[in-house]
């Protein structure tokens, strides 16, 4: 085969056509026959007690097929602990929880239908933020916690509101404080934002002739699906399938079951009928939100910079229903003392019920929230000793053969290269610290810096096939879901390269459990290092099963098979053999060619509950560094982000085009949370800016310049060296603003978002 043509090449994306000329089918775009429309009654209560609820009336409607309440579906659901009720049975934890939902032959009688369910509730006192919902004091928001079925990452604490607490232990901090030259302890917020995804939620869910439960969704783990509803509905695996169309956008709202079992029940009362239920704005982001957080962090450091001690207190507001809350706490609790060498950490993470909308993964899993406050908490550290804010970071930064603070010993650590080319790309020359400019009438203009690193968990595995078509196309079937991030073109272009075909022969099959293998879940940036992986060995195995039969037709070796271009190569004469001659020979022969790979990695540990420590929890690192240029004007607190310097680690760029993309996207992201992203809430811990007018997402219109950086230290374990990304660029850049605002204007600001007002506010307050 002709090696290594395609890999870093900034092939266009194979499903771009489609997208760009509206071909593409989303779940919504879906038609059938006899569509039964669904709609959900949302309570307007974020504590209440059930008394009664009477669905007669809505049953009498003309056009009314089916309505479900929580007597109807009794048992409870969630990928952590179990504590969910499909509609609310007894008591509703959130304004918005669904308590009934109604099939009818159109939307709008659906709607008629809600407005005739009666419900009478008992208003209880809500709690809305985690520490008063630690209070002694407090409401049990779930009395039956300890009781729940749960997996073995959780570590709830009984006869409270904690559904998990997750420890890290290592060293002695008070002993590092004690020796330490300055201490400084400091609070920051992160408030819950949307993940605003192009796609709304949308499932279809039909019972099939033959019993199979057949749902069609945007949803970004089938299999975890699958499991999800054969449990709580008591159906065998083998007679659950879900196919996913393509998908508008995930970053995390879409990773667990959320109005599937829901849709399920109505469709399981509406006989064979397919029933459709597609959220409109307004009920997309009251379905599902991030975790709001406050983070306490306490810091020694030597006078020349060196870190001996960090401390770290996290709150995580995760919302009525535990959802992957536990999961967010440990996976940001083993980062959230940075990507730096510290002999002496103690993390506590607490991942809190409330009263407020159910709060789950999201674009970093919770690396975002801790990177804002240890990064914005260094560069004070920094600031206040007079040493250069890039400079401390080389100066700490952890390093290849480094033990991690929960113990794993690391490898191809490229935080260093992220922060050295991004402070040559942005100019900033380490240990010179570039002054602040008076741009004159109250506005100055400065650099910020911040950098981030994510762990990607191990024990998750991933299968794929590659199939070589009659024809000589190529089928690649893997359940890795691409919303967009691009993994199908990654896919597709491993595979051209490894058999030697061109790209466009090549089709990457959305997921169906039915039909395409096995993979866990679309999620924490695992799609090119582990899909990838099994994706290479998929098509190497392809390729090893058509050079043996290859051969035997050219009369040579299969290791002196080659293929270029779709052709296999006679190694003798250099005659050209097209892929379909040969195939079509094996398939008349009894030979059907498909290469099996898996991505499984072997000697993988947990983590401690009461130390947090083990050997090997991760599967590969990814690391970034950010740089902003920005301009801040005191008079009206105004700030205008004039470049972004971003640098990534992707261990090898598969797609250099692609990588480019993931970090203008993960900066455009990271910058919205910055500077504009905030869910308000009223006093019934209802959402108020429940709209794309009021969520100020970031547009094109206001996103500047962006540089990025691809830096590649490559993963001794991923296809080519290739790591993930595109968590990754996201957490930099709020604490790289918040820095620059404070370089140029002397304000420290520890709440997000930096918005004019904030501005104001902290200048009033005379908070310099």
Known sequence: MTKDTLIGKGLFRVDAVEKVCGMAEYTSDLDFFGVLEADILASPHAYARIRSIDVSRALALEGVVAVVTGNDIPGLYGPVVQDRPVLAQSVVRFTGEPVAAVAAMSKEIARQALDLIEVEYEPLKPVFKPEEAMAPSAPVLHEGLMGYEKEATAFPVAGTNICSHFKIRKGDVEKGFGESDYV???????????????????????????????????????????????????????????????????????????????????????????????????????????????????????????????????????????????????????????????????????????????????????????????????????????????????????????????????????????????????????????????????????????????????????????RILEEGSVEVNCSNVDMGQGSSTIYAQIVAEELGVPIEHIEVRHPDTFMTPYDRTTSASRGTFHGGTAVMQAAKDAWQQLAAYAAKVLNCHPEDVRSENGFIIDPETGKKYSFEEIINKAVMGGIDIIGHGNSVMEGGTGLDRETGQGANPTSFWMYAAQIVDLEVDTRTGQ???????????????????????????????????????????????????????????????????????????????????????????????????????????????KKLPIT?????????????
């Open 184 to 466: 400084l302890e400091e609070t920051y917020e992160v408030p819950r934002n949307h993940h605003a995804c192009l796609e709304t939620y949308a499932v279809i869910a039909q019972f099939e002739r033959e019993g199979t439960l057949h749902l069609w969704t945007s949803n970004q783990s089938p299999y975890v699906l699958q499991r999800a509803l054969a449990s709580l509905f008591k159906l065998p695996w083998n007679k659950v399938r879900i196919t996913i169309p393509t998908l508008g956008g995930g970053f995390g709202s879409k990773i667990y079951p959320s109005l599937e079992p829901m849709v399920v029940a109505l469709a399981k009362k509406a006989g064979n009928r397919p029933v459709r239920l597609v959220l409109d704005r307004e009920h997309d982001f009251g379905r599902i939100t991030n975790h709001g957080c406050t983070v306490r962090i306490k810091t020694g450091v030597r006078k020349d910079g060196t870190i001996l001690a960090r401390q770290l207190l996290t709150y995580w507001d995760t919302g009525a229903y535990a959802d992957c809350g536990p999961l967010v706490a440990r996976n940001s609790g083993f980062t959230s003392a940075g990507p730096y060498r510290i002999d002496n950490v103690r993390i506590d993470a607490y991942c809190v019920y409330t009263n407020r909308p159910v709060a789950t993964a999201f674009r970093g899993y919770g690396i975002p929230h801790v990177t804002w406050a240890y990064e914005c908490h260094l560069n004070r550290i920094a600031h206040e000793l007079g040493i250069d804010p890039v400079e401390i970071r080389l100066k700490n930064v952890i390093r290849d053969g480094d033990i991690s603070h929960t113990g794993e010993k690391m490898v191809a650590v490229g935080m260093k290269a992220c922060l050295e080319q991004v402070a040559k790309a942005a100019g900033w020359e380490p240990g010179q610290k570039p002054a602040a400019i008076d741009l004159g009438d109250g506005r100055f203009r400065s650099l910020g810096v911040a950098c981030s690193w994510k762990g990607t968990m191990r024990h998750y595995a991933t299968s794929a096939t590659v």
């Open 639 to 749: 700030t205008r982000v004039h470049k972004i310097f971003a640098a990534s680690d992707v261990g090898r760029a598969i797609n250099e085009t692609n990588c480019v993309q993931q970090v203008h996207g993960g900066v455009t992201m990271g910058l919205g949370i910055a500077l504009s992203e905030e869910l308000r809430f009223g006093s019934e811990g209802e959402i108020l800016n429940s709209n794309l007018h009021d969520y100020k997402i970031q547009t094109c219109m206001d996103v500047p310049g962006i540089e990025a950086i691809i830096v590649e230290v490559p993963h001794p374990l991923g296809p080519y060296g290739a790591k993930g990304l595109g968590e990754a660029p996201v957490g930099p850049m709020a604490p790289a603003v918040a820095h620059a605002v404070a370089r140029a204007a002397g304000l420290w600001i």
């Open 756 to 768: 004019p007002g904030r501005i104001l506010e902290t200048i009033r307050k005379g908070n310099t």
